[in-house]
C-alpha cells in the first residue's frame, strides 16, 4: 500500500520537471524572438522579417504608434528616413512567464548619448503579442557615477 503513493510522488515529480523544462525551453524561445524582432525591425529596419515575430492581433501600447503589425511597417519606414545608422544595443533582457523585457540603449547620432529605453513584451504562441515601453534620453551629465545601464 506504501507503494501507491510513492509511485504517485514520482509521476507527479516526473511530470512537474517536464513541464519545468517546457516553460524553461518556451521561456527562451520567447528571448530569442524578441531579440531576433530588435535585430529585423530596429536595426536592419526590415518590417517584412519583424514581421514574422509579431501575432497577428499585435497590441501596440506606445500612443505615438498604430496598433498591430502596421504599426512596426510605419516605425521601419520612419526609422529608415530619419534615422538610418540608429542602432539598438540590448543591455539586459528577462523573461517570466509570457513576459519578455528589455532594457536597452538606442543611438540615433552617434555624437549624442542616445537614449535608454525598457520594452515589455508579452508573448502568445512564441510570437509578440503587445507591447509597452518607457523611453528616456540620456543627459550629457549625471547627478551620479552610476550610469544607466
Not at 523544462?21 to 522579417?49: M, S
Not at 492581433?57 to 520612419?78: A, C, F, V, W
Request: charged fraction near 20%; avoid cysteine; aromatic fraction near 8%.
Amino acid at each position: 500500500m506504501i507503494r501507491l503513493p510513492v509511485i504517485a510522488a514520482l509521476a507527479f515529480a516526473i511530470a512537474a520537471t517536464a513541464a519545468l523544462a517546457e516553460t524553461l525551453g518556451q521561456t527562451e524561445a520567447n528571448k530569442q524572438a524578441v531579440i531576433g524582432f530588435y535585430q529585423a525591425a530596429l536595426n536592419d529596419k526590415d518590417f517584412e522579417v519583424a514581421a514574422k515575430f509579431l501575432a497577428p492581433n499585435y497590441k501596440q501600447h506606445n500612443p505615438t504608434l498604430p496598433d498591430g503589425p502596421e504599426g512596426i511597417r510605419k516605425l521601419t519606414e520612419i526609422l529608415r528616413m530619419r534615422a538610418p545608422n540608429m542602432h539598438v544595443d540590448i543591455k539586459h533582457i528577462f523573461a517570466v512567464d509570457d513576459f519578455v523585457i528589455v532594457h536597452s540603449h538606442s543611438v540615433a547620432d552617434p555624437a549624442k548619448p542616445g537614449r535608454a529605453i525598457a520594452d515589455f513584451y508579452r508573448m502568445k504562441d512564441g510570437l509578440i503579442a503587445e507591447h509597452w515601453d518607457v523611453i528616456q534620453d540620456i543627459p550629457e551629465h549625471s547627478a551620479n557615477d552610476n550610469g544607466m545601464f
